[in-house]
């Protein structure tokens, strides 16, 4: 019984381990995809229409030296959007390009990159180079090199009336990126913001908005507000959680099913221990009635019940670390257990490994069990000298 209730101990931590892990690293992957793509906080038009191309805003803004100079923002990038048709002939899909300009960071692409290679966006020349998914890539029968036709609806604006024409532009594809995160592949691709500028009809100091990155993301609602506060009328400052807010609580959610987990675990290591104590109790009777009988105090005999039981529950974390750690660094590194990319947004289980969250649960779980043992332990002063002794 004994060595049943470590085992279920090192299982349950084990179990725990790994749930922290998956969750956190699950939350991680995503969140990380998300803000690859749209940073931390954007910066846009204050535009009540709810659509891909808002109203354009002035690059030169007297705040972005001020946000430059606050230690918490590490990069700040300007970008336009514009929704576009692709057209093959064989299929037609529907796009939304990202201009970016020579102050993009590139470390999310290239790290996603399946084939080709980043273009260069100089302030000489106008690039007509294009990044696409891998999805529209093997969707569309294109690849590396390809040329590209785009179809746009622009509106234009005369000295007498509103109207919108077809504009067409070629692109050659540079690079062929894949996140697996399907709602940012079937769609997204990047081109020179001057493209945009250009098929718009803005000058070059007419941009999109800006893309704020930061240190920390456990500060972004307030780096986001204090932004907010900053940028003036006219502008709003939203952070990737307001514009991704359905996928953030869904991610959010997981923390109530490691929560859950967790919980259940606990109270499966603490109802062992439990069965161990009472055992450990049981066995001992005789000798119990005989430390009464010497003059021990129910209150000492209880500490050693106790300090035993510690023991065995410290036996039983050290091997669930061992088992969950050890799992949890092979997964890490090799990947074994798959997922369904399509429905997860991620091709293998990710892992998180977080030395704090893995003492956390280890204290944890020790106070939670011996806390669970106290009421047990008063056992012992029902047992009478005489009774105990007998009992043998």
Sequence with gaps: IVR????GIALGLAVMILTIAIVTGFQNEIRNKLIGFGSHILISNYDNNISDEA????????????????PDITHIQIYATKSGIIKTKTDNEGVLLKGI?????????????????????SDSGLSRNIIIS??????????VNDKMTIYFLTKKTDSTYTHYEQRVKVFYISGIYETGFEDIDKRLVLVDIRQIQKLNYWNENQIGGFEI???DYNKIDQIGAAVNDKIGQGLIAQTIKETNSTVFSWLDLQDINAVIVITLMI????INMISALLILILERTNMIGILKALGATNASIQKIFLINAAYLIG???LWGNIIGISIALIQQHFGLFKLDQATYYVSVIPININLIHILLLNIGTLLCCLLMLIIPSFIVSKITPVKAIRFS
Aim: positive net charge; hydrophobic residues 40%; without cysteine.
């Design 134 to 143: 891998k999805y529209l890539s093997d969707k569309l029968g294109l690849k």
């Design 101 to 121: 300009s020579s102050d993009y960071d590139w470390k999310f692409i290239n790290e996603n990159l399946k084939a080709g290679k980043a273009f260069t966006v």
């Design 55 to 70: 109203q354009p805003i002035d690059k030169k803004q007297k705040f972005i030296d001020e946000l430059n100079n606050n």
């Design 267 to 270: 109270l499966v290591a603490g």
């Design 315 to 317: 036996k039983g974390l």
């Design 4 to 7: 049943i209730s470590v085992l």
């Design 213 to 215: 990155a930061i240190k």
